[in-house]
């Protein structure tokens, strides 16, 4: 099994910066795909932005040029650094593990970020 915690949402002005984290434990290491999902009220869950272990990225139309996805393979952490944020990315951000941008097998907990002045 994997654990994944994340840390970093909150609440920030439109055009502001946040940088999200996501630590993976556990006895299945390391995960192959990691990245980031988010959900807005009333919205399908969506994927943002995904990375492998070999460093290959994939993410949505919409934040592109705006969000860069990292990961530290040594420290099992992937990083999400979100800039020029818009109230549209406001939703709960949801870390995911697994093989591919698609299916995860594993889930984090979900981090508030708010776009509001």
């Known amino acids: 099994q994997v654990q994944l915690v994340e840390s970093g949402g909150g609440l920030v002005q439109p055009g502001g910066s946040l940088r999200l984290s996501c630590a993976a434990s556990?006895?299945?290491?390391?995960?192959?795909?990691m990245g980031w999902y988010r959900q807005a009220p009333g919205k399908q869950r969506e994927l943002v932005a995904g990375?492998?272990?070999?460093?290959?990225?994939e993410y949505t139309e919409s934040v592109k040029g705006r969000f860069t996805i990292s990961r530290d393979n040594a420290k099992n952490t992937v990083y999400l650094q979100m800039t020029s944020l818009k109230s549209e990315d406001t939703a709960v951000y949801y870390c995911?593990?697994?093989?591919?941008?698609?299916?995860?097998?594993?889930w984090g907990q979900g981090t508030q970020v708010t776009v509001s002045s």
């Open positions: 990375i492998t272990l070999g460093g290959s990225t």
């Open positions: 995911f593990g697994g093989r591919g941008w698609y299916g995860p097998n594993y």
């Open positions: 556990g006895k299945i290491l390391p995960v192959d795909t």
